[in-house]
């Protein structure tokens, strides 16, 4: 990267950097802006924002709304570390279905494999590549096109450098000690043609032992668990696998962790939960509360220390950014509170893919349109492993909670539609939501999701929206992973520092370590505590878009388009 001399009496910059997307080739920037240049002896790009933000203060008596309306003024100065480093992956499930889906994504494009499918021969990279990953194959608007008026939109992954697919090492672990090509054969996703060409390339990666406490998943998943690091040969069944040594599944977990970054001589690691779903642990005051009295409750092997949790501590314990991918609360309030005290990035919870992603569209759109949703009934059937473990009831539980709360900040955000106060709540009831999973062997992968909006409009009236939809699970997930491990690897390159704060030893810092800005890609996103999460996608992805642009001097999208509107 270089930077040119400054120019207008040194209130403007010309920044000149290259980046390379995995799809689209190279792309050579000049940026023009004051307020961002480059900085040559830390390859960083150092960029100034202000940030406003508007306070409301509502005071109500008797009939009347007392609005009092101010705005917060904030200036940041944002750093971006531009050299990618050598990133290393870890799954947690490894050989599942989306374990196996990832890696054979991964492996497919970087070989560049062509494979027949009932239509002829498909080459994946002519054919897209990616499909269904944000970051690789969907665009960012940048501006006006000077001479045509038209809109100009840019790779999302060309704004700045992001790390590219091909060079992950991927590792993991798994409770099945299959290689990862019979782990593919057994879930049944991907064309049979493509699994023999990914044969030779998948049989070289086997999943590390990892952990199985009975009490957490469903009683159906004990065929499978047979790479169990806490397995013993006293018992049978269940009572085979000791959960009296929760401290050294820990140690032997951190372990892995270490020799994974040595052997490949790796930067970073990030570790994500991609296993099937847990029950929710109960949070328990002494218990989980702390990360004091999480770490002693480890030691003590307290019934309520789920393998997640293992996983997630002993993640934050090595420096290295964790992920939940499954609806289970792995954060209980001691975790959040190691993740503070290690400075360690954390996000979570539950991949949106399919139905929940769509809903986090409709009934936003409907809230927004002035149209009151009254019901909505979602229904799924399924056939792969998540299906099975989910007809479990106390697993089923964590899955319904992720999936219902979705439309929790939509209806709070129309009190027009759905009053909040307790003397109206009698009177009108907010939505009338309903989850419904069954699980289906011979649907395999391909999740059928049908759900119906029920609606109330003028004059009494009502309209009734019906969507049937075949989601093909692993293939949507994949690319989630995907783009989660590449944000979150990018977000921990990035540093701020609030203008004129001389407080501390004025170092820059990293994010706050609950990284909500990755909501976009999940159901139940985990946010700063005393914060509500955003669930509408919309608003999830203007975040991200306006955040990549602020990091390269550009004003946030507002849409208002004075040039057209405007005399």
Not at 18 to 24: I, P
Not at 428 to 452: P, R
Request: aromatic share 8%; proline share 4%.
């Amino acid at each position: 990267m270089t930077t040119s001399s400054n120019t207008n009496n040194n209130t403007s910059s010309t920044v000149e950097y290259s980046t390379n997307t995995n799809s689209s080739g190279d792309f050579n920037w000049s940026l023009n802006s004051d307020k961002c240049k480059y900085s040559q002896s830390e390859n960083a790009l150092l960029t100034n924002y202000t940030y406003n933000k508007t306070i409301v203060d509502i005071q109500q008596s008797h009939n009347n709304n007392n609005i009092n309306v101010s705005t917060l003024t904030k200036d940041y100065n944002f750093k971006v570390d531009l050299k990618i480093p050598k990133i290393g992956v870890m799954l947690v499930g490894m050989g599942g279905n989306n374990g196996t889906t990832f890696l054979a994504s991964l492996l497919a494009n970087k070989n560049n494999l062509t494979f027949n499918n009932k239509d002829g021969p498909y080459n994946i990279k002519e054919r897209g590549g990616f499909l269904g990953s944000m970051t690789q194959s969907s665009t960012l608007y940048l501006g006006k096109n000077q001479q045509t008026n038209e809109d100009v939109y840019v790779p999302f992954n060309s704004i700045l450098p992001m790390c590219n697919p091909n060079d992950l090492i991927i590792s993991g672990w798994d409770i099945s000690g299959e290689n990862m090509f019979k782990a593919m054969q057994r879930a049944k996703v991907l064309e049979y043609d493509l699994q023999e060409k990914l044969k030779p390339l998948m049989e070289s990666y086997t999943p590390l032992k990892s952990i199985y406490y009975p009490d957490f998943i469903a009683m159906n998943q004990l065929d499978r668990a047979d790479n169990c690091i806490n397995y013993t040969t006293k018992g049978t069944n269940h009572d085979a696998y000791s959960i009296k040594n929760k401290w050294n599944d820990l140690l032997t977990i951190r372990q892995n962790i270490k020799d994974f970054k040595n052997d490949n001589k790796l930067d970073k690691v990030i570790i994500l939960w991609t296993a099937t779903t847990e029950k929710f642990a109960e949070v328990i005051p002494g218990i989980n509360d702390t990360f004091e009295n999480l770490l002693n409750s480890i030691k003590a092997n307290h019934k309520e220390i789920a393998p997640s949790t293992i996983f997630a501590t002993a993640s934050i314990l090595e420096n290295c950014p964790y992920i939940n991918g499954s609806p289970q609360n792995t954060f209980v309030p001691g975790l959040i509170d190691l993740a503070e005290r290690e400075n360690v990035l954390i996000a979570g919870d539950d991949f949106k893919t399919g139905q929940t992603k769509l809903k986090s569209v409709l009934a936003q759109f409907l809230i927004d349109a002035g149209i009151k949703p009254i019901s909505i009934a979602s229904y799924n059937h399924l056939g792969n492993n998540d299906g099975l473990n989910l007809s479990s009831s106390l697993q089923f539980k964590s899955k319904e909670i992720t999936k219902s709360n979705v439309i929790d900040d939509m209806i709070k955000s129309n009190q027009i539609l759905y009053p909040q106060s307790d003397k109206m709540k009698k009177k009108n009831k907010d939505v009338d939501h309903c989850i419904v999973i069954k699980y289906m062997e011979s649907i395999g992968d391909s999740k059928v999701a049908m759900d119906e909006y029920y609606n109330e409009l003028m004059l009494g009236g009502h309209n009734r929206i019906s969507i049937h939809n075949v989601c093909e699970d692993s293939l949507l997930a994949s690319p989630i992973i995907l783009d989660l491990i590449i944000m979150c690897e990018f977000c921990s390159r990035i540093t701020y520092i609030e203008s004129g704060n001389q407080q501390g030893d004025g170092n820059y810092q990293q994010f706050y370590p609950v990284l909500s800005l990755l909501s976009y890609w999940l159901k139940a996103p985990l946010t700063r505590p005393g914060y509500e999460p955003i669930n509408g996608l919309n608003k999830q992805r203007m975040a991200l878009d306006n955040f990549m642009r602020l990091l390269i001097g550009l004003p946030p999208i507002d849409e208002l388009r004075f040039e057209e509107r405007l005399m």
